[in-house]
């Protein structure tokens, strides 16, 4: 149903959400369909089915609401075209920086790819999850997205971080942190 409020306000609230989250809602997308037309495709559905809402009506609910519609818009195209895994697709997404140190941003890059490599191995539940929690969704928020109990969504943003943690890269860099000299030390 239109926003019955003045057509300026809601004309500029829309406009307002398009700059703040297009881009994110971009990414996410892609990371599901594998696909940038898609991607596109569905979240310009997003904003034109925004324009049809009321900041009253989604009480303070926007975020999680434009995450749902994209994530059902996408899910319904992967349906229509026989095509569930994408998410096992990977897509390389540049992670930009302004870091003062080229050797930092260099570094901070690769450990980025690295992640987005780990991330994308998961299996698709955990893949999904892992990027809403990535993006800072709570839990429940991530439930009411992905239409699963926040328990569930809990159990599986544990399982993700179990896998990641678990995999032997992850491991030898968390033991190259922890030196002999470190452990030698007191602790306080």
């Not at 992640?115 to 893949?127: G, K, W």
């Not at 943690?165 to 000299?181: F, G, K, N, Q």
């Amino acid at each position: 149903m239109p926003h019955e409020g003045n057509g300026c306000d809601q004309r500029q609230w829309v406009l307002s959400a398009l700059d703040e989250y297009e881009c994110r809602l971009t990414r996410y997308a892609m990371r599901i369909a594998g696909d940038e037309e898609a991607a596109r495709d569905a979240v310009q559905h997003v904003f034109l089915r925004l324009c049809d809402q009321s900041p009253v009506e989604l009480n303070g609910r926007l975020l999680p609401w434009l995450y749902t519609v994209c994530r059902n818009k996408i899910v319904d195209q992967l349906r229509r075209n026989g095509r569930h895994e994408t998410l096992d697709t990977p897509q390389s997404q540049a992670i930009v920086g302004r870091e003062p140190d080229p050797a930092l941003t260099a570094e901070q890059q690769d450990l980025g790819a690295w992640l987005r490599e780990l991330v994308e191995a998961l299996p698709t539940s955990l893949r999904e999850v892992t990027d809403l929690w990535l993006e800072g969704f709570s839990h429940p928020e991530i439930a009411e997205i992905t239409a699963r109990t926040p328990g569930h969504v809990r159990v599986l943003v544990h399982r993700a971080l179990t896998k990641l943690r678990e995999h032997p890269r992850t491991r030898e860099m968390l033991a190259e942190d922890v030196s002999p000299e470190k452990l030698s030390q007191p602790s306080n």
